[in-house]
């Protein structure tokens, strides 16, 4: 059986992470708020979240929300993705507001084209000492493990926050909005809770070779992110996952 000192791994599910999103809810989404409050009377007609990795598949469930709710149109792209082809329909004026998640080094190099463009920019990230924070208008540092759970709500804030503003009909999304602050409990029955009953659900899928992730809608960036991951294989068989 893998025994793992989740005292050295940072990556894993611990009960770190229901205080980690208590401080967001709390701290970080007022201040998405005081972005969009500032930043939407300029006009707004696209957004895009740019990022890398876990981060853009919770970019990509926030997009899901401008195409169920808004006629705002909203795109995802990686760092190489957007520099090596930004949006054909961009202009210095056309009011884009332009979200990047993550660190990366060309996430940070798209930050600085899309304002040379006349985007407003907004850096999410884990501290305001990182480079993407550097070079944007706004600058959101998390300070967390729990980078998916971090970037959800964040990026799932910004969608709230403008499409309620802009919309007529906005009752399914602010239902989603107010049950992210319901997070933290149910978080905290997950991570004391669930461990074991995960272990032995491990062992048994082990036990095959291969594992199937499945999903739709708002799950699907969820599912990708997890059917990515490296998965490990038993001696003599392959894994593929």
Not at 17 to 35: A, C, F, T
Not at 149 to 168: G, N
Not at 210 to 233: D, H, M, R, T, W
Request: proline share 6%; net charge negative.
């Amino acid at each position: 059986m893998l025994e793992i000192d989740k005292s050295k791994v940072d990556f894993l599910v611990t009960a770190s992470m229901v205080q980690e999103v208590q401080d967001i809810l709390s701290r970080d989404l007022p201040q998405v708020k005081k972005i969009v409050d500032e930043t939407l009377p300029r006009g707004i007609e696209r957004v895009y979240f740019i990022a890398c990795g876990s981060p853009l598949s919770a970019a990509n469930t926030a997009a899901y929300l401008f195409d169920m709710y808004s006629r705002v149109v909203c795109k995802t792209y990686s760092g190489y993705d957007f520099l090596d082809a930004p949006p054909p329909s961009w202009t210095a004026n056309a009011g884009d507001r332009h979200f990047a998640v993550w660190q990366d080094r060309k996430v940070t190099q798209s930050l600085i084209l899309a304002k040379s463009r006349g985007a407003v920019t907004v850096a999410v990230t884990k501290s305001a000492e990182n480079p993407v924070a550097q070079v944007t208008d706004y600058v959101v540092a998390y300070h967390a493990e729990a980078i998916w759970e971090a970037h959800l709500l964040v990026t799932y804030a910004f969608a709230y926050e403008i499409i309620s503003r802009l919309e007529a009909h906005t009752k399914e999304i602010t239902q989603i909005y107010e049950q992210l602050h319901q997070l933290p409990p149910l978080l905290e029955k997950l991570v004391n809770g669930y461990e074991e009953t995960g272990r032995k659900l491990g062992e048994q899928a082990s036990k095959y070779p291969f594992i199937y992730s499945v999903a739709a809608g708002p799950l699907l960036p969820l599912a990708y992110k997890e059917a990515s991951s490296p998965c490990s294989s038993s001696p003599g068989r392959t894994a593929r996952c």
